[in-house]
């Protein structure tokens, strides 16, 4: 259906009202709304917080009162037509006496799933739903919160920051020893340009979780923090995957512990897990995943311990406590862990324009690798982004609107979810 330019203008503000609750709305969807009255002047606006309860609409229908009698509601996503945490939607929307809703797209959540619109429909509201670029922006908006609520997992998105020719770190240098931290990262200088890694922090703050490999907090000593400085409702979860439990307690996310850090791990010591957890560190143990031969960073052939983490098991946990969004951010191991178990939805891979070369500097992912071309992770949807002399490409391995996950079971040469030294 067709949409004038003035339904255009406003159903753009009621995204950029929805967009205000980024990080504020998590684990409910980012939704905004405005109502004109029946001369087309705005009479009431809503931004949906979790915190807050009220949706967006029923905000806007209590600030615009009388004015919303004729009038039109524009929102990001369809009225939701089920009791949750509060009301339908919908009701309060004839109750009002609201004559047309302009919608962007339908609500993922297979509660409402058209059934907001169908109803809003029955009572003799019209209903008009946009398509083209702002449909793509809303559904952009809310992809977190569609895998969420359809599959109970996060929307995973691998992040990898590296040179052209796919390397994350130069070759592990001679003093490198387990036990002593921050001796890659920063000291050894950064492969992608300030503007990347402040665009890093963006995504960071549209997640509700960031995990790395331990392997990658003795190497960094990285903080993992949303240092955007907006306002976030729950501190970003920072989760480190660490089969043995090996994590230093003088790293910095361990210093910097307050109920936001969580180690998944296959075998916990129990003085060392009880000095985490003394320092507000959490310890879970997870199911294992089945042991077999890999390639360890530096390409040596190593027999994997019997207590690795399983990915899609921490990945269901992670649903479980309403993560609705990860992001994946290494080392090589973890990103290999991620992809060979099939976790991941979307990659941002960061390009800057250097050439490392050499077999002993790191690749973005290690381990098996898919051994046939038509094997290969296929990315989809890509966009191109820059950033100063550095680039971008995010782009999809799955649909997350897609309803169902394709339960393909992994063949044989593809068990290698490896992380040996992680
Ligand atoms: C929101 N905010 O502005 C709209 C939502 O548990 P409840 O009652 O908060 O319901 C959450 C569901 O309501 C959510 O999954 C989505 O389907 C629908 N619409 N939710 O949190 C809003 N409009
Ligand atoms: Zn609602």
Redesign the pocket.
């Known amino acids: 259906m067709s949409i004038s330019v003035q339904d255009e203008k406003h159903l753009r503000a009621a995204l950029e009202l929805a967009r205000e609750g980024i990080a504020l709305?998590s684990p409910?969807?980012a939704?905004g709304a405005v109502i004109t009255d029946k001369d087309g002047n705005i009479g009431g606006t809503g931004s949906?917080r979790y915190e807050g309860?009220k949706?967006?609409?029923v905000l806007a229908i209590e600030q615009a009162g009388s004015r919303a009698k004729g009038g039109t509601l524009y929102l990001n996503?369809e009225?939701?037509s089920h009791t949750?945490?509060?009301g339908p939607?919908t009701s309060a929307v004839f109750d009002a006496g609201i004559k047309r809703v302009v919608a962007a797209m339908p609500?993922p959540?297979p509660?409402?799933g058209g059934r907001g619109f169908e109803q809003l429909r029955g009572a003799g509201v019209v209903v008009e739903v946009a398509d083209g670029e702002l449909r793509a922006e809303a559904r952009r908006l809310n992809e977190s919160f569609a895998k969420f609520?359809q599959h109970r997992t996060p929307l995973v998105t691998l992040k990898a920051g590296m040179t052209l020719d796919g390397k994350i770190a130069p070759p592990p240098g001679e003093q490198d020893s387990p036990t002593a931290l921050g001796i890659a990262g920063a000291s050894m200088g950064w492969i992608t340009s300030e503007e990347a890694r402040a665009h890093v922090q963006t995504l960071r703050h549209e997640s509700d979780a960031i995990l790395v490999g331990v392997g990658t907090i003795v190497a960094d000593d990285p903080l993992l923090t949303d240092r955007t400085e907006l306002p976030r409702r729950r501190p970003l979860l920072r989760i480190i995957v660490d089969s043995r439990l090996r994590l230093p307690l003088e790293s910095r996310v361990v210093k910097t512990a307050k109920d936001d850090v969580i180690v998944f791990c296959g075998f916990a010591e129990e003085s060392h897990k009880r000095e985490l957890e003394s320092r507000g560190v959490r310890v879970e143990q997870l199911p294992l995943y089945p042991a077999s031969w890999a390639l360890a960073a530096g390409g040596r052939p190593v027999k994997s311990s019997d207590s690795r983490p399983d990915m899609r098991s921490l990945a269901k946990r992670l649903g479980e406590m309403e993560i609705t969004s990860l992001l994946v951010e290494g080392g090589a191991m973890i990103n290999w862990a991620a992809l060979s178990s099939e976790i991941v939805d979307k990659v941002f891979l960061y390009y800057s324009p250097k050439i490392l070369a050499g077999t002993g500097a790191v690749p973005s992912a290690t381990g098996e690798g898919f051994r046939r071309m038509n094997e290969a992770a296929h990315v989809k949807n890509l966009t191109l982004h820059r950033f100063g002399e550095d680039f971008a490409v995010e782009g999809y391995l799955k649909d997350p609107y897609e309803a169902r996950l394709q339960v393909v079971p992994a063949p044989e040469s593809r068990t290698g979810q490896i992380y040996e030294g992680v």
């Open positions: 709305c409910n969807p939704v949906h309860r949706h967006a609409e996503l009225p939701c949750g945490r509060t939607c609500d959540n509660a409402v609520i």
